[in-house]
């Protein structure tokens, strides 16, 4: 399964937020929102940090997808 943050990116948008909103007013580093944004794991503390700032859950975020062989993924491998 690979993570997604599909959740996340369209729940910004309904919002009218950036990321590097979250970024600034987070301490999310950069380079943490860009491991985000190519799917990689993020730690729970990330998580709960975006989800108590914007007044959400992990799963309103944060979903698992299979890939095309229903395989788990590590860190974007199979």
């Known amino acids: 399964m690979a993570v997604s943050y599909n ?5 910004l948008k309904d ?9 600034t007013k987070l301490g999310i580093s950069s380079a943490t929102m860009a491991k ?10 990330i998580l709960q940090k975006i989800c108590e ?5 992990v799963g309103d975020i944060v979903s698992f997808e299979k890939d095309e062989k229903g395989e788990i993924k590590n860190n974007g491998e199979v």
């Open 7 to 11: 959740g996340l990116w369209k729940m």
């Open 15 to 23: 919002k009218n937020m950036y990321k590097k909103e979250l970024v």
């Open 36 to 45: 985000m944004g190519k799917g990689e794991n993020v730690s729970m503390e």
């Open 53 to 57: 700032y914007l007044d959400c859950n």
